[in-house]
């Protein structure tokens, strides 16, 4: 037997077991409790806020810019969809609306961090003085592109559960094509490196999962948004 071989055997022996695998059974889920959820999504904050921040440019936007004011929108408009996906998650008993759910929580939590960190390396404010999305040239006093109404969101914590599902579809598909409307608008207006990149992957993503929440809506017996 060779040096080599002997001294991979012993290596081998060296080594502790292995761990036993995880279940490969189609539908396996790990159900997570909100508060590992509430946990994971300060996490993606604060790890979205810390990646983002080492990416300054010399020359960062302005106050009234195109960018700071895509970010301060978008950043109001992912809070709400991080909040109707926590709500239908602690009440969906469908494996893969929960997964989806937490999948726009978690993703949009990661977001909005970035969007915290790009606007403080600017050196700009969370919030500005401008009204909601005068920065696409048609400021609103109220709802932005897609967001729900305060009633609306209330109903996912009182619907019967099926109800609540349906309307949790109909909401988030609105919600995307309003944040895939703004993401777009950004991309028009601006030649910013990292607010188009975020434009891009927003629009990108949002309407990926637009398709798949219409076929959760079909799956109900629900027409297409």
């Known amino acids: 037997m060779s040096t080599a071989t002997e001294w991979k055997i012993r290596r081998a022996r060296e080594l502790p077991p292995a761990a036993p695998p995880l279940p490969s059974r189609p539908g396996f889920f790990v ?23 080492w990416e300054a440019l010399p ?29 239908i998650r602690d009440r969906a008993p469908e494996e893969n609306l929960r997964l989806l759910a937490t999948d726009i929580a978690l993703t949009q939590s ?43 969101v209330s109903q996912l914590d009182t619907l019967p559960v099926a109800e609540a599902e349906v309307l949790f579809l109909q909401l988030m598909i609105r919600h995307h094509q309003g944040g895939v409307e703004m993401a777009e608008a950004l991309l028009e207006r601006s030649d910013q490196p990292q607010a188009t990149l975020m434009a891009r992957r927003i629009a990108n993503g949002q309407s990926a999962e637009i398709g798949t929440m219409n076929q959760m809506l079909i799956d109900r017996g629900q027409p297409p948004i």
């Open 59 to 87: 020359h960062d936007p302005g106050d009234g810019s195109s960018a700071a004011g895509f970010l301060r929108d978008m950043h109001t408009h992912h809070s709400q969809a991080v909040d109707m996906a926590m709500a």
């Open 110 to 152: 990661t977001d909005m961090g970035a969007m915290q960190g790009y606007l403080t390396i600017w050196d700009l404010p969370l919030t500005g003085g401008d009204k909601a999305m005068t920065w696409m040239g048609h400021p609103v006093d109220s709802l932005m592109p897609g967001m729900a109404t305060p009633e609306h």
């Open 31 to 53: 159900p997570l409790p909100s508060t590992l959820i509430g946990l994971l999504i300060a996490a993606a904050l604060a790890v979205g806020a810390g990646l983002f921040a």
